[in-house]
């Protein structure tokens, strides 16, 4: 089948840098996305990878590595309004249109 | 521009009633999707529309239905509700591969 898993949890302090996990078992897929969503909220779009690299967007950065069914997400110059759950995503190249979700990753920010 | 939007935004139900949600987006999309997202869990898929007319079963499509008679709107209907039913839902759109774009979500509370 198709997972993506991920740390259950992961707590740092403010002003730290801190790498979310994401590793796959799919066969193929367009890009890894990640996303961020806040208690209470709706999932918002933060990064995607199409390419094997790293994507960097201001304090968020994220990597891709299709030999080694590998992604992360790093945070850097962590701030409180950080905490929040982050899940990563993929489109399978299997010709649906369906996404699927990682399991997600809850971040505790400590001041 | 108001994006994704859903109503309602809460639904209190008791066994066996049944409800519609609805989902509009003003962004002119081709796909849109349903999902559950149970508490400390990541989103599951019910069904998704892949354009005006069209539907497809998800992950978990068991005990709702869906219609998209228009491009803008995709619906949710239970026709039976069941504790298990007992979410919160969210529906997406997207264009493309990269980025879906979340409504704000359904609180759904089935007893």
């Known amino acids: 089948g198709q997972s993506l898993e991920q740390p259950s949890e992961v707590t740092a302090v403010e002003g730290a840098i801190v790498q979310i996990n994401c590793t796959y078992q799919?066969?193929?897929?367009?890009?890894l996305s990640w996303y961020q969503q806040h208690d209470g909220g709706a999932p918002t779009f933060l990064s995607y990878?199409?390419?094997?690299g790293l994507e960097e967007t201001g304090r968020f950065s994220s990597f891709l590595s299709r030999s080694d069914s590998y992604g992360y997400l790093l945070l850097q110059e962590l701030q409180m309004k950080d905490s929040a759950s982050y899940f990563c995503?993929?489109?399978?190249?299997?010709?649906?249109?369906?996404?699927?979700f990682g399991t997600g990753t809850r971040l505790k920010v400590l001041a | 521009n108001a994006g994704v939007t859903q109503t309602p935004k809460f639904r209190v139900l008791k066994t066996g009633q049944s409800m519609t949600l609805l989902c509009a987006q003003d962004?002119?999309?081709?796909?849109m999707y349903w999902y559950r997202q149970d508490p400390g869990m990541g989103l599951r898929l019910i069904h998704y529309?892949?354009?005006?007319?069209?539907?497809a079963k998800g992950e978990v499509p068991d005990g709702y239905n869906v219609s998209r008679l228009k491009k803008q709107n995709f619906l949710l209907g239970l026709e039976s509700a069941a504790p298990s039913q007992t979410s919160v839902y969210f529906c997406?759109?997207?264009?493309?591969?990269?980025?879906?774009?979340f409504g704000p979500g359904t609180r759904l509370t089935v007893l």
């Open positions: 799919t066969s193929g897929f367009y890009g």
């Open positions: 962004m002119n999309h081709e796909y």
């Open positions: 990878n199409a390419l094997d």
């Open positions: 529309s892949v354009g005006e007319g069209t539907t």
């Open positions: 997406a759109s997207n264009e493309g591969e990269v980025t879906q774009y």
């Open positions: 995503a993929v489109r399978p190249s299997s010709g649906t249109y369906k996404y699927i």
